[in-house]
C-alpha cells in the first residue's frame, strides 16, 4: 500500500466532504496505517518465497490463483496479535455500541487462531472468511459481535499478512493485455474484484483498466469493455451511472448477470490514486446500486 499516496488522496477528499464524509475517512486512514504496520512488520518477520515468473505465467493465463499453489504461511500466535490489534482499533474508533465494541475487545484471538484453518488462510482467503462466518458459533464469538464486524476484523487482519506477498507476486505477473482475456478474479488470491480505475495509471494511453482486489491490495490489468464482474464481452448488456455532479465514480451494471462494479475514472479524481481511500469514498455508490435498476433478473 502506497502510504504516501493515501495521505494526499485523503487530503483532497476532505475539503470536498461533510463531517460524515470527513470522520469516514479519518476512521479508515487510521485503520489502513494499522495494518500497513502490521504488513510490513510480519513480512520482515516470515517473508514469502515468490514462484518462479514462468509458472506464475501459466497460473495467471489459466486463472489459478498464485496463492493456490504457493500459499501465504500464517503463524498463529502471531495472527492472533494481528486480529486483536484490528479489533481493538475498531472497538476504540468504529463508533461501536458498548456492548459489540465489549464484545470484541474479549475475543479470544488466541483460541481463535489456534482452532481456525490457517493454511487455508494463506491459500483462500475468502473462502477462510466464509468458513469462519459459517461457524462462528463454533469460535467462542460473543452474540454481541455482529458477523459483519467479525468479518471485518478478520479481512484487515488477513490483508496484513497477504499484501506484501500479493506485492511480490504481481511484480512478476504477466501485463500482456492484448493476446490473453485478462484474469477476472484476483489472479494472486482468487477474491473476485471489488472495484476497478480507468485512467493514465491503468495503462500508457490512459485508456487503459484495472481491476482491485480489497483482500490482498492486487491491481491487475482488465479489458476497458468487460463486464468486471461476469466477465462478458457483450458491450450492449453493460452501462455506466453516476452520481450528478460525481463523474469520477461509477457503476458499471451488467445485465447479463445483473450485477455490478464501481469503478473510478483517475482523470476526474481530485487528488493521487489510492484504491483503498476510493473503496472508501465509493461506499455511497453501494447504496445508489440498491435500486432494482441495478438487480435485473437475468433469464
Known sequence: M????????????????????????????????????????VAAESGYPAPAAEQLEAWYWNADPAFQFAPVSIDAGRFAQTLSAMAGYLAEKAGLEEAAAKGLSECDWDAFSQKADLALAGRDPAAFVESCLTGLDSYGVGADVPASLFAMTLTFALRAWLQEPAQAVMAIAPDDRHNHDCPLDCPVCGTPASASFVGEAAGTDGRGRMQYCAMCGAQWPYERIRCGVCGTFNQTKLHYFNLEGDNAHRIQSCDACGQYQRVVFQDDIPGPLCMEVEDVVMAKLDRVALDPRFRKEVG
Not at 5 to 34: C, K, N, S
Open 2 to 41: 502506497d502510504m504516501m499516496a493515501m495521505e494526499r488522496a485523503i487530503a483532497a477528499y476532505v475539503p470536498q466532504g461533510d463531517d460524515a464524509d470527513r470522520a469516514r475517512l479519518e476512521f479508515f486512514a487510521g485503520l489502513y496505517r494499522l495494518q500497513d504496520e502490521w504488513a510490513h512488520r
